[in-house]
């Protein structure tokens, strides 16, 4: 059993837990529900720029422990600080040691989109990623039957939030809706033995039809990975574990800013 199935058998457990306490009108009736979401897709499509979304992690299954003396709040001051084009929060309790109450207390103070990083397998973790501030949620592919991503994608866009959909593998691809899902992210991670290899985001990025934002994940920690993810037409990067070991995130996320940007 890899990771993946792992996590998941744990996490249909957990939101069987979910339901049982709180209810859909519940996430409905709460403060953040209704607000106008900030968008990623219009913030960043067409940008000559590779935008960054910053994670905060604090925690991984194959690392183990990545920040010691964590403070969500403060790093993420410092990512909005730094004018980062969103954040991702991990929320996933058991395996990554996060927080849903992390979501909503960064989302007192956003300043830019958030993204919900969890393990999406019921409905109701949507309407609970909205009412906690959200404004993307991440959606797996090896996760979902492409019904299932369907149905979660409309929920998500009928309750005005923007759907980050992850792949490890070009066979996931026959699941997506293009006209659907427009914002894709390529875990360069290998879920079976953990290795990364960055050529997995050019692999499927020949598939991706223009008018898609491409997200490339994991694996990325010097500038030379960067300049090989603008030449195989990256338009972001998620960079999570890099930030959380720097000795100084400010300085960090200051450099990668620079990695990031149009040299031409």
């Not at 990067?237 to 930030?243: C, D, K, P, Q, Y």
Request: hydrophobic fraction near 40%; proline fraction near 2%; charge should be negative.
């Amino acid at each position: 059993m890899n990771i993946l199935t792992e996590i998941l058998k744990s996490k249909k457990e957990e939101v069987a837990g979910l339901k049982m306490r709180m209810s859909k009108q519940s996430f409905i009736d709460s403060k953040f529900f209704n607000e106008i979401p900030l968008n990623f897709y219009n913030q960043i499509n067409g940008k000559s720029n590779i935008a960054i979304i910053a994670e905060i992690k604090k925690a991984s299954p194959s690392k183990g422990l990545i920040k010691e003396n964590f403070n969500h709040l403060e790093i993420a001051r410092t990512y909005f600080s730094h004018s980062v084009n969103a954040v991702s929060i991990l929320t996933d309790q058991k395996y990554f040691k996060g927080e849903i109450s992390f979501l909503y207390e960064i989302a007192e103070i956003k300043q830019v989109p958030l993204l919900r990083k969890d393990f999406i397998v019921d409905e109701i973790q949507i309407y609970e990623a909205k009412a906690n501030g959200a404004d993307l949620i991440l959606l797996i592919c090896e996760a979902l039957s492409k019904n299932q991503i369907k149905e979660f994608t409309n929920l998500a866009s009928d309750i005005g939030l923007e759907v980050l959909l992850e792949l490890h593998n070009e066979n996931q691809l026959e699941k997506i809706d293009f006209g659907l899902n427009k914002i894709i992210g390529v875990n360069n991670r290998n879920l079976e033995d953990f290795s990364v290899d960055l050529s997995t985001t050019q692999k499927i990025s020949k598939h991706l039809p223009n008018d898609v934002v491409l997200v490339s994940e994991s694996g990325i920690s010097k500038k030379g990975d960067i300049d090989y993810l603008r030449s195989v037409h990256t338009d972001a990067v998620l960079v999570g574990e890099h930030l959380m070991r720097s000795d100084s995130i400010d300085s960090s996320i200051d450099v990668l800013k620079k990695w990031c940007a149009n040299e031409s």
